[in-house]
């Protein structure tokens, strides 16, 4: 009987599976958020602009190779021209986990080093768990009909040089430009590479 | 002295942790993966080819990335500066391991690990030269954290006209053995919904028909779900593992390649595959086994389609009919049809037959339902294995114990219910026909048909919806011959004699294969827990046959006592439940000490078949009823017996009364998902697989001819 019992908690464990993973040409998934200025957001509330999400953490090696020479600051200034367009960038570190920021510190990160649209601190996890986001960094493209039109790797040369970001093909603003422009995605999901989102255990 | 080492990097960890803002691990610091450049050999032979390893010592619980790092890190990679005209070939990576952290999967390597390269030297070396080969190696080493690491390496090696194998000679041999082999299987992938399908055949690795464990590591990042649990299964010497596809990907998976990782009691191997995704197939048709394949047709085995799946389990469900447990439930039903066609109009007896297959379908649906929950979560299954389960067969025999006591007119149930005529009556009577369906499932378990071994084994290694047809198939043919009845009742009604007191005594009769049956579960019960849960069992039934008398007391009566009564027949019949649910501990099945026949172990097969000495498998359970009528009738004989005794036949008995993998994987070996099977292996040649109905002349005419005919 024990074993049947188990048969039924295991059937309700897959429909629940603690990642979720959203697909590239549906919609993206809703979800409320509080910025560290304290404003509220939400993905279905930034309908009719284009959304970047990006997920970080200033202890991950992969991350410092695009903050330490303001590299990301400048794709992220290059993609917020493109009109009607937000790039939120995501901190899942658990606390006490790499990366875990107090308001303090991640407001001073955000305002030294960061040009994008807002900064989040997701400790819970739940955000970056719903969007199935696995590395730092992870990036998602969202269309203004809400569409998810790019998933995974922020560029195409897979590694922890700053050296490489300039060889490399940047997917996000590649497809930034291919929506703006109404041109079709080329590359629509790729592998993200990086150091693991230190999600609690 | 590893203490010390890794001190100074849990300081650089804690850095990390307390100044975020892009800490970097300085170059004073001592790094976390000792990387040196080693040869083979200990020089340079001009125009020719050597291979040279990059060999990397980890510090303790970090790990450093394969080719495919899985869901995060990064590839080890090397940037040469090799003298003019030399070339490296592309780095050759052993089979990784799994490195869990948290709900990811990555591929990589601990403690230590050696990438191979081959160079190809510059075309004009001479003697008395040096040759100086450089290089960057870049790796990420994760634990919690990651820490990026660059190595210079060099390495200088003396140009010489023989070269001989160098200090390191026997790390290389050793690290080849962990690279993925050559091997001349055919490999097929296709897709199924959201599942990839790879199949491998014949299992390359010795000793193919007992690997225990596979893992296919993909060389595309995005082609699978990492962490996903893949699902491998036997069928003679083909392996077959299912796993989920990666939901991110956007392009159609075309080429399949990676390393396949088999496991066996013996070894442990790895293996290239690369295969084309064969064009989308119907999830129905089953691809037929390659032609060449050297592998001997085993009756009711693998490879058994789809059609034939679902007709031999619509054979084997009307087959179940005739098992003694279920016959007297259809006996019941067709003796209450001579009533019903009687009293009531046809259209209403052919809907109750409707209700009862319904109650059968939706029975098997929930039983496929388990199953496929089962091997989701990596449970080996087969048929009979609810029969493992002391609970499950306690609960039978309860069961069966008290449908004796109904049909002996001891219990009536529901007699205030089935008012004759009545609205409602017809509703009961629905609902009483849907319940018989899912009785006549519930005492048909225990019964494996002929057939149905295949059928079923095929079904279970389906996707769940051609699980649940097979099931469907087997429960149809289950229903049949009553709905038959129901159609056309004359068939059974004109061989009847008149309705009498016949009847009441022919119900009454069926009560003894029921309790037949039911000591022959207590007595399966006994097996698996001993005296303990005959105890529980025997309990159960003193207390629901006493509590069910009680309530009869005072049935119809209202005052106090009656109602103490009723409360506490209540109580004792849930007693008696719950007693009968809570079985003791199971004993283990010991090996049994025989002169004629030993405990079957992998082991011991193999250990067997390498020494030439011919081998019977026989593969049993006490609540087989098959299986224990082959035993007497056919492998106890003195005749059998002696005939093992003259011809130097080792006789390998395997009990599955109680859950055994290695039985379980010996089953799905020969594609069938319960017991019996009796398989012969002659000295040196391919087993014989003998029917599963035996009699002494059948066991030794098939040792005899065995590996010489078919």
């Known amino acids: ?201 | 002295m590893q203490k010390a080492r890794k001190i100074p990097f849990l300081l650089a960890a804690l850095f990390l942790f307390s100044f975020p803002a892009y800490a970097q691990i300085g170059a004073n610091n001592e790094p976390l993966v000792k990387v040196t450049l080693i040869a083979e050999n200990d020089g340079v032979v001009p125009s020719q080819n050597f291979t040279i390893g990059i060999r990397q010592d980890i510090t303790p619980e970090w790990h450093t990335y394969w080719v495919n790092p899985g869901d995060t890190g990064l590839a080890t990679s090397v940037k040469w500066e090799l003298p003019e005209g030399a070339t490296a070939s592309e780095l050759k990576f052993p089979t990784p391991h799994k490195q869990p952290t948290g709900d990811l999967l990555n591929y990589g390597y601990s403690d230590t690990v050696t990438i191979l390269s081959e160079i190809t030297p510059p075309a004009a070396l001479k003697k008395g030269d040096t040759l100086t080969l450089k290089g960057t190696v870049s790796l990420l080493v994760c634990k919690e954290i990651c820490i990026p690491e660059k190595h210079d390496v060099s390495l200088e090696l003396p140009v010489v006209e023989q070269a001989s194998s160098g200090a390191w000679a026997s790390l290389f041999s050793a690290t080849r053995k962990l690279l993925p082999q050559e091997h001349q299987s055919a490999m097929t992938a296709k897709t199924e919904g959201d599942k990839l399908v790879i199949t491998i055949a014949p299992l390359p690795i010795a000793a193919d028909e007992m690997v225990e464990e596979a893992y296919f590591y993909p060389h595309d990042g995005l082609l699978i779900q990492h962490p996903a649990k893949q699902q491998l299964i036997l069928t003679g010497r083909k392996a077959t593992l299912t796993i989920p596809t990666n939901h991110t990907r956007t392009t159609p998976i075309e080429n399949v390649t990676g390393d396949l990782w088999l496991r066996n009691a013996m070894e442990e191997s790895s293996y290239h595959f690369t295969a084309r995704v064969e064009k989308k197939q119907e999830a129905a048709i089953v691809t037929p086994p390659a032609k060449d394949e050297p592998v001997k047709k085993i009756e009711g085995g693998e490879g058994i389609g789809f059609l034939a799946a679902i007709f031999s389990a619509f054979l084997a469900g009307i087959i179940l009919n005739l098992m003694p447990c279920v016959f007297p439930v259809l006996s019941l039903k067709a003796l209450g049809l001579v009533h019903k066609a009687q009293k009531e109009n046809h259209r209403d007896v052919v809907i109750g037959g409707l209700v009862y297959l319904a109650g059968v379908l939706a029975t098997f649906t929930v039983l496929g339902i388990i199953l496929i929950a089962l091997r989701q979560a990596g449970h080996q299954i087969g048929w009979g294995v609810q029969l493992q389960s002391p609970e499950f067969v306690a609960a039978v025999a309860l069961l069966l114990f008290f449908i004796g006591l109904v049909l002996m007119g001891f219990v009536t149930i529901g007699a205030s219910i089935v008012g004759a005529g009545s609205k409602l009556a017809d509703k009961s009577g629905h609902v009483g026909s849907f319940f018989t369906g899912a009785l006549a499932v519930v005492v048909a378990t225990p019964c494996t048909a002929p057939f149905m071994g295949a059928a079923v084994f095929y079904g279970l290694t389906q996707a769940a919806p051609i699980t649940v047809l097979v099931l469907w198939a087997l429960g149809f043919g289950l229903a049949l011959p009553y709905l038959l009845l129901t159609w056309f009742p004359d068939l059974l009604l004109k061989h009847l004699p008149r309705p009498g007191i016949w009847m009441e005594h022919f119900k009454q009769f069926l009560a003894f294969p029921m309790w037949a049956a039911a000591v022959w579960l207590v007595w399966v019960l006994a097996q698996q827990t001993g005296a303990g849960g005959v105890l529980h069992v025997l309990g159960a039934a003193l207390f629901l046959s006493f509590g069910l008398w009680l309530w009869k007391t005072a049935i119809h009566k209202k005052n106090a006592w009656a109602v103490t009564k009723r409360i506490l027949a209540v109580a004792l019949i849930l007693f008696a439940i719950s007693c009968n649910l809570n079985q003791p501990e199971r004993i283990s099945t010991e090996a049994v000490k025989s002169e004629y026949y030993e405990s079957y172990s992998p082991a011991r097969l193999a250990e067997l078949r390498a020494s030439n000495t011919p081998v019977f498998v026989n593969m049993t359970a006490a609540w087989c009823i098959t299986c224990l009528a082959n035993e007497k009738a056919a492998l106890a004989t003195d005749k059998v017996r002696k005939y093992f005794k003259e011809n130097g036949i080792i006789y390998l008995k395997g009990d599955w009364t109680n859950f055994d993998s290695d039985i379980t994987a010996y089953l799905k070996s020969f594609g069938r998902s319960g017991v019996p099977i009796y398989v012969f292996y002659p000295a040196g040649a391919e087993p014989v697989v003998l029917p599963q109905i035996l009699t002494p002349d059948t066991v030794i005419e098939n040792l005899s001819t065995g590996g010489t005919e078919k």
């Open chain 1, 1 to 201: 009987m024990k074993k049947l019992l188990a048969a039924f908690a295991i059937i309700g464990l897959m429909s629940a599976p603690a990642f979720a993973e959203v697909t590239v040409g549906q919609p993206a998934p809703d979800f409320k958020f509080t910025d560290i200025n304290g404003a509220e957001h939400s993905i279905a509330g930034f309908k009719g602009k284009n959304v970047i999400l990006e997920w970080t953490n200033p202890g991950c090696p992969f991350v410092v190779k695009f903050y330490k020479n303001g590299d990301m600051a400048k794709f992220q200034e290059e993609a917020l021209k493109t009109p009607d367009t937000v790039w939120i960038s995501i901190n899942s570190s658990a606390e006490g986990k790499e990366g875990s920021l107090t308001l303090e510190e991640a407001k001073k990160e955000f305002t030294t080093k960061y040009k994008s649209t807002t900064y989040v601190q997701d400790k819970s996890g739940a955000f970056g768990k719903l969007y199935g986001a696995k590395t730092t960094p992870h990036m998602f493209v969202i269309d203004k009909e809400g569409i998810l039109r790019y998933q995974g790797a922020i560029d195409s040369i897979k590694s922890f040089d700053s050296e490489d970001i300039t060889k490399a093909d940047n997917y996000v603003i590649d497809a930034l430009n291919a929506i703006n422009t109404g041109a079709g995605v080329e590359v629509t999901s790729t592998e993200p590479y990086g150091c693991s989102v230190k999600y609690a255990e």
